[in-house]
């Protein structure tokens, strides 16, 4: 078995963060670390760096200046009203550019985040444990031939793993 992934599930999240400083400190490889909520901590002490602020940003100037570029043809160029004198390119811009702009920026930062994580109508997740999203912490490492199973197996063991599971691509293999 040459690409499996081994599964450490812990109940607590002290336990969990305890255990991942003590893996990267024996010099193996974390693949993945799921959770039921963000854990800031985890973030940091994984390294994990995202674009997604950076797509965010920039649909944020498309945004603004779409919008603002709309209202302004609509408004003052295709189709100008004049009421009793007002100009046609007013303060009242500001409001809907500013609504539209955290609209478009939500939208399109949801949009990124399921593309990016393949996530959607039809997605079928990599992992299935019973309480994964619910209430388990779990830490996948991955089970190259050079990582020593046992002592992957005794390291999550000896830091409070409530159980290590073994998973190839198609699924659970083995229990511990």
Same mark, same amino acid.
């Given at each position: 078995?040459?690409?499996?992934?081994?599964?450490?599930?812990?109940?607590?999240?002290?336990?969990? !963060? #305890?255990? *991942?400083?003590? @893996?990267?400190?024996?010099? $193996?490889? /974390?693949?993945? =670390?799921? &959770?039921?909520?963000?854990?800031?901590?985890?973030?940091?002490?994984?390294?994990?760096?995202?674009?997604?602020?950076?797509?965010?940003?920039?649909?944020?100037?498309?945004?603004?200046?779409?919008?603002?570029?709309?209202?302004?043809?609509?408004?003052?160029?295709?189709?100008?009203?004049?009421?009793?004198?007002?100009?046609?390119?007013? !303060? #009242?811009? *500001?409001?809907? @550019?500013?609504?539209?702009? $955290?609209? /478009?920026?939500? =939208?399109? &930062?949801?949009?990124?985040?399921?593309?990016?994580?393949?996530?959607?109508?039809?997605?079928?997740?990599?992992?299935?444990?019973?309480?994964?999203?619910?209430?388990?912490?779990?830490?996948?490492?991955?089970?190259?031939?050079?990582?020593?199973?046992?002592?992957?197996?005794?390291?999550?063991?000896?830091?409070?793993?409530?159980?290590?599971?073994?998973?190839?691509?198609?699924?659970?293999?083995?229990?511990?």
């Amino acid at each position: 078995m040459s690409n499996y992934r081994i599964l450490g599930i812990y109940n607590d999240e002290d336990k969990l !963060l #305890s255990s *991942i400083h003590k @893996i990267q400190e024996s010099g $193996i490889t /974390i693949h993945d =670390v799921i &959770t039921p909520y963000p854990i800031h901590e985890v973030i940091e002490a994984l390294r994990l760096k995202t674009r997604l602020p950076v797509v965010a940003f920039i649909s944020a100037i498309f945004a603004l200046f779409g919008t603002g570029g709309f209202l302004y043809w609509t408004s003052v160029v295709n189709y100008p009203l004049v009421f009793g004198g007002k100009p046609q390119n007013t !303060l #009242s811009f *500001i409001i809907v @550019i500013f609504v539209m702009l $955290i609209n /478009i920026t939500a =939208v399109v &930062t949801i949009f990124s985040f399921f593309i990016r994580d393949r996530k959607g109508p039809g997605a079928v997740p990599y992992l299935d444990y019973k309480g994964i999203s619910d209430d388990r912490y779990v830490i996948v490492v991955d089970g190259k031939k050079d990582t020593n199973e046992k002592t992957v197996h005794d390291l999550l063991k000896s830091e409070g793993a409530i159980d290590v599971t073994q998973i190839e691509a198609a699924g659970i293999k083995t229990s511990h």
